[in-house]
């Protein structure tokens, strides 16, 4: 340099290696950043401190050798001065002023490169830790002004920029253009070509990442670990800051923005995708700054022309000396502005965005929509127009979810809006259609957004969805996924159940009459006919209607209605007793119904509204549920969930309210349906209801009792007289069979074994395995009760010291009950074979090794072990009912069919999946038996010989078998394994000959 402080042109030959002279610190306290590296030997150092902006941003070192790499382009001149004093521009843009290089030392513009020549940084540094001091922003810049970047402090990420410089080498030539000057004439040689990748440097920390080649995906916006995706929010966010710190004077300087622009522009079109995801990244957040500037620069300029407006209004005598002239030439200045910032969204738009937008990168495209998004919400002035809108219309037809998805939630906002919405009537009339079909999109997600922008649009331009788009949406109240349901129920409750859509039959708020509400959800349950269950439609509305569907004092009027123009419908009434059970479960606290996910666990406050919802359930239908009982008890459909009901009461309010009359007008109710209904549904709700009345737990358990001994006076009183009569005739036998249905039904819940039932049940079953001639309607039920007759004696032996004669007796009785059972798997009935095998199935698995061990250790004399005949029936009957692809022909009716299995239902689907599960239900008994060591292991051969034939029946429990089989004993399974191929091969030698 001269005495003036100018460059003097410089031959490559003065160029001799750095020596430790010309830094200021001792060399022990640096570790090289690059391999040696050349500067001019021939010039001092420059003696003015010079702060280098230090931008504290973690990981901005990562993108550093974007910048470093780049060789400095041949803009300066040979008279540049060098900048010897801080830079006035750079001081907004920096939250932190900390000088780290004391002196310059001046690189060669023409032929030296920056990243090769960076030199050694402290191994102490003050406490800067990960702050990065970088200005990566716009290499013009840098070539202007910080072109000497000496000693930076970068503790963390050393390492990391020697071997990132040789990735970024490609952009080298993109720099040139940005320059502002024209390349001076120079006699010199060329820039030497880039270097190589240097050797390891023993001073560099062996610690490096493995650099991906240019096409690689792995660069760090396209990983999706915490630390990367917190990176990629710091670098929108210093992009975002240094916007927003230079809005007031640097961005108007005619030269950042411009190099930035053209830098960002210039990278967001470069073949490798990191660089080109990068820099759009960049140029979105840059743009929604500039968005914001305008909008502001646009308010002001507003204020300040009213403002101008109003003082020239006034007469010359009133006016402020100067007002006038000032705020003209204020105007003037944010007009300048507003035109220049439009200018640069311009070219950003048109630039990046327009190309970015249909990138093949996924996350570029969704990048851009989101940003349109924003920039449409803030700028509507400006941005809500065709021209952008029909960005976010061709990208609804996105191939990837993630890109429909911010499409979505960028209409949203803009729907949310009244003002927006209201300038968007083109474009809700061309592609209504579309949003209202991707209700049903692939992608989960897509699709419950879409429901939230219906639910958004109904609020705002309610007149554009039409009740045949409505219509479309109402199926997906019934979706298994829950959020989808859940969107799906707001939008119904919007749109048709809410005060607003009512009509003038709404009453004044505040009086608690819902009427019209549950007749406008009858309406819709019942012609929509998209359901059978109204527990689903309860199940979503409840958060958004909960209030409506919790006023039973409503909906019981509505069911006592006497009226005829006020009352319901049959329909009407079974649709709403079921409604009112399904509220009264889930205020009682019972999970979502099947389908829906596992029961939500709720919170201790949650549970307190709970205590408090049962507790006003029980008052408000204790004293009204007899009369409910009472006019629908001939109604299976419909008292069969007002008996569920009494399940969800808080019981202990009949003694605190006072309410023994009621509870003995419901306990009269209960043996009545008991003595009318031979249903298992009715009767079985019965039977719980009963049991809950009983609990020992409640005050008036007594009248529960009551009312149990007297049932069970008069049904076993009566099966014994029928069942000891030779022969039945046709009446006798529709009793015996009725009350033989009830009192099986019954003992599942009650303890009935003082009635005596076991003797006359199994004299029914001998009678019928020595003569056949015993209907089969009768045995099924026979067997039930003789089998809870020795679960409850057994459930007492196992918790007190039984006499030694008591357990002969039982297991005298279990003997020859088993035998009974084992006589009946030759039955010809299907039913009673089914029977017999689930309850042999479960006397063994209780009677096993494993029941009898440990707790059930009382219960060892009454061990049973199956014998190899009963083996073989039990194997049979899975052959039978359960690996037997003819057992159901071609109108949907199993042949033989039983009690046991459903018959009818709504369709012929329904009634097959009811019979999948009760085949299942049997194989899942005999594999039981393996699991449990009751079977040996080998029996799992008749099993998994029917894998690969029935596999989309039975696959899960026959892998789940085998894996426990494994972890029992490995080689047991190896032979399980090798017999079931055996036994394939010889049925195939069988069906197909030796040619097979």
Not at 259 to 265: D, E, V
Not at 623 to 651: G, N, Y
Not at 974 to 983: E, G, I, M
């Amino acid at each position: 340099m001269g005495q003036n402080g100018y460059f003097v042109p410089l031959h490559p030959h003065h160029l001799v290696p750095f020596h430790s002279q010309f830094h200021p610190f001792p060399p022990p306290h640096f570790v090289p950043l690059c391999p040696p590296h050349f500067v001019p030997s021939n010039l001092p150092i420059l003696s003015p401190c010079v702060p280098i902006l230090s931008l504290p941003i973690p990981i901005l070192s990562l993108y550093a050798p974007l910048i470093l790499s780049l060789y400095v382009p041949t803009t300066l001149s040979l008279c540049v001065p060098v900048l010897s004093l801080p830079i006035p521009h750079f001081v907004p843009l920096c939250p932190y002023f900390v000088p780290l290089c004391p002196y310059f030392v001046p690189l060669h513009p023409h032929v030296v490169p920056l990243c090769p020549t960076i030199l050694s940084v402290p191994t102490n540094p003050p406490i800067l830790s990960p702050c990065v001091p970088m200005l990566s922003i716009c290499v013009p810049i840098l070539s202007l002004y910080v072109l000497p970047i000496l000693s930076l402090y970068i503790p963390l990420c050393c390492p990391l920029v020697s071997p990132l410089c040789p990735l970024v080498s490609p952009l080298c030539p993109l720099v040139s253009p940005f320059s502002p000057f024209p390349p001076p004439f120079s006699p010199f040689p060329p820039p030497f070509p880039p270097c190589p990748s240097p050797p390891p440097h023993p001073f560099v920390s062996p610690f490096c990442p493995r650099v991906p080649p240019q096409d690689s995906s792995d660069y760090p916006l396209s990983l999706s670990t915490g630390p990367w995706r917190r990176f990629r929010a710091s670098f929108g966010a210093v992009v975002t800051a240094v916007a927003l710190r230079s809005r007031h004077a640097v961005l108007y300087d005619g030269f950042l923005l411009g190099g930035l622009t053209a830098l960002l522009t210039s990278l967001a079109d470069s073949q490798v995708r990191a660089f080109r995801h990068t820099a759009t990244l960049a140029a979105m957040k840059l743009m929604t700054v500039l968005v914001e500037v305008a909008l502001g620069l646009s308010q002001r300029r507003d204020n300040t022309r009213r403002l101008y407006e109003a003082e020239r209004g006034k007469s010359p005598p009133r006016r402020a000396p100067g007002k006038l002239e000032v705020l003209q030439e204020t105007l003037r200045e944010l007009q300048e502005q507003q035109e220049e910032m439009e200018a640069v969204m311009n070219a950003i738009f048109k630039g990046v965005f327009v190309h970015r937008y249909r990138d093949v990168v996924p996350d570029v495209r969704a990048l851009c929509m989101e940003e349109l998004g924003t920039w449409m919400c803030s700028f509507p002035a400006s941005f809500l127009t065709d021209g952008h809108l029909r960005y976010l219309s061709w990208t609804l037809h996105d191939k990837q979810g993630e890109v429909r998805l911010r499409c979505v939630r960028a209409l949203q906002g803009l729907y949310a809006r009244r003002d927006t919405a209201a300038h968007m009537e083109l474009f809700t009339g061309r592609f209504k259609a579309r949003l209202v079909s991707m209700v049903q999109d692939k992608d989960p997600v897509v699709a419950v957004e879409v429901v939230k922008l219906l639910t958004v649009m109904l609020d705002t331009v309610a007149e554009a969805l039409t009740e045949a788009d409505c219509h479309r949406v109402y199926p997906a109240v019934f979706c298994s996924r829950r959020p989808l349901a859940t969107a799906a129920g707001l939008f119904l409750y919007r749109s048709l159940l809410s005060p607003r859509h009512e009509g003038d039959t709404e009453p004044s708020p505040g009086s608690g009459d819902n009427r019209s509400f549950f007749r406008l959800l009858l309406t819709f349950f019942i012609e929509s006919e998209l359901h059978h269950h109204a527990a689903y439609l309860v199940d979503i509305l409840w958060d958004c209607a909960g209030t409506q569907l919790r006023d039973w004092d409503t909906a019981v009027g509505l069911l006592l209605e006497e009226a005829p123009e006020e009352a319901l419908s049959d329909q009407q009434e079974k649709t709403l007793v079921e409604i009112l059970a399904a509220s009264a479960k889930r205020a009682a606290g019972e999970g979502p119904p099947v389908g829906r996910g596992p029961p939500r666990k709720a919170p201790p406050k949650g549970r307190r509204a709970v205590t408090e919802q049962r507790s006003r359930l029980s008052l408000c239908l204790a004293p009204i549920l007899p009369r409910l009982l009472a006019k629908f008890s001939a109604d299976e459909e419909k008292v069969t969930p007002l008996l569920e009901v009494l399940s969800c009461f808080e019981l202990s309010v009949y003694c605190t309210a006072r309410l023994e009359r009621p509870l003995e007008q419901a306990l009269a109710q209960l043996q009545e349906l008991v003595q009318k209904h031979t249903g298992p549904e009715v009767l079985g709700a019965a039977s719980r209801a009963l049991g809950a009345l009983c609990d020992p737990r409640l005050p008036l358990r007594g009248h529960g009792e009551l009312v149990r001994s007297r049932l069970g006076d008069l049904l076993g009183e009566r099966c014994h007289r029928l069942l000891r009569l030779p022969s039945l005739d046709e009446e006798e036998l529709y009793s015996a069979t009725a009350t033989l249905k009830r009192l099986s039904v019954l003992f599942k819940a009650h303890d009935l074994t003082p009635w005596q039932l076991f003797e006359p049940c199994t004299l029914l079953l001998r009678r019928a395995a020595d003569t056949g001639e015993v209907p089969p309607q009768l045995l099924v039920p026979a067997i039930t009760c003789a089998h809870f007759h020795i679960l409850w004696e057994l459930s007492r032996l196992a918790n007190t010291d039984a006499p030694q004669e008591q357990l002969l007796s039982l297991k005298d009785k279990t003997t020859s009950f088993c035998a009974l059972c084992q006589s009946c798997l030759s039955n010809g009935d299907a039913g009673v074979r089914e029977q017999a095998f689930v309850v042999l199935s479960d006397l063994l698995l209780v009677l096993g090794p494993s029941g009898t061990r440990g707790a059930g250790a009382a219960l060892a004399p009454l061990r049973l072990v199956p014998d190899v005949e009963l083996r073989s029936q039990l194997a049979a009957v899975l052959l039978d009912h359960v690996f037997s692809p003819g057992d159901r022909d071609g109108d949907g009716e199993v042949p033989n069919a039983s009690p046991t299995r459903p018959q009818g239902g709504p369709d012929a689907a329904e009634a097959h999946m009811e019979d999948l599960h009760c085949r299942r239900m049997l194989l899942a008994g005999f594999c039981k038996l393996i699991i449990y060591n009751v079977l040996e292991p080998s029996a799992a051969s008749d099993v998994l010989k029917y894998y690969d034939k029935f596999h989309a029946e039975y696959g899960d429990i026959i892998k789940e078998t085998l894996a426990c089989v494994l972890r029992m004993d490995g080689q047991e399974w190896a032979r399980v394994v090798l017999l079931s191929l055996q036994q394939v091969m010889t049925e195939l030698l069988m069906e197909h000959g030796p040619g097979v």
